[in-house]
């Protein structure tokens, strides 16, 4: 996938519940791991069987690249909300900053099935991080149209994919709908240009966790209306309830 990212298909069985876009599965890595370690749900590539993309981080994700083809893992899920669909007028576009394109690749696949104009900008610091190749390609009946951001400028837009989605919402000819995944600090800009334009935003976030179920408050982030756990609440929210500077900080 890239230097430092693995796609995994999970066979789950029929009776697992098919995954909603944004929703996530808690994975027990290792048997020397207590926690589980969250991820979106990256794509069903059949009924019963998910896709989870996964950046190698530490100790858990190495662990889970560790393991031979064909393991028994526990999960725990689907977890979480999920994101809000567009109109059938909307330009979806999806930001992903970095290991953050997994949060949205669900949604791509979704969007594409009955929507028909999805616009994805994928950013990185340099070019060996872009993951766009992992998103829908741009042929078949729905339009994706992909576009990419490299801080360094070695591919595409030479600036961040913040930069690079003002840019687009400049030049779009039709109302617009914003999904965002990456690092806070895409997140906060990305929140910081849509508020702006008065373009709806939902970001998903990616806060540590512990319990992963709403139990030990060990994931809470700061929103209008109080502190509000990531796994139960979220991990998708509109960026409008977000209070930006104390994501940023956190
Ligand atoms: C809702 C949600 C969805 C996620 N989806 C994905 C995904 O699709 N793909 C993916 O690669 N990662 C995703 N993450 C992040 C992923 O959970 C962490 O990268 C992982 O838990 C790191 O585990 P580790 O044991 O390898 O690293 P550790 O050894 O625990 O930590 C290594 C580094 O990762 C950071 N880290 C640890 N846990 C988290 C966490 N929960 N969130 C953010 N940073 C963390 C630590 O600050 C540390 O710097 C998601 C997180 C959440 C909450
Ligand atoms: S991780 Fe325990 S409340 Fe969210």
Known sequence: MSPTSYLFTFEAGPEFPTPRP??????????????????????????GRFDLLVEMRGKGTRAL??????SAVGVLGPLGNEFTLPGADSVSLLVGGGIGVAGLRL???????????IHALVGARTSPGLLHH??????GDGEVLIEVATDDGSEGFHGTVAGLLERVL?????????????????IAATADITAKRGVPCEALLE???????????GCVVATRS??????????????????????VRA
């Open 207 to 217: 806060e540590m966790m512990a319990c992963g179920v709403g139990a030990c408050r």
């Open 134 to 139: 992992v998103l829908p390609s741009p042929t």
């Open 22 to 47: 944004g929703q996530f599965v808690n994975v027990a890595v290792a048997d020397d791991l207590t926690l589980r370690r969250p991820f979106s749900f990256a794509g069903i590539p059949a009924p």
């Open 65 to 70: 690249a560790e393991k031979p083809i064909g």
């Open 107 to 117: 949604l791509a696949q979704e969007l594409r099935r009955g929507y028909h104009r």
């Open 226 to 247: 109080g502190y509000k756990s990531v796994c139960s609440d979220g991990p998708v929210f509109d960026t409008n309830e977000l209070v930006l500077e104390e994501l």
């Open 170 to 186: 400049n030049e779009l000819d039709a109302p617009a709908r914003v999904y965002c995944c990456g690092p806070p600090a895409m």
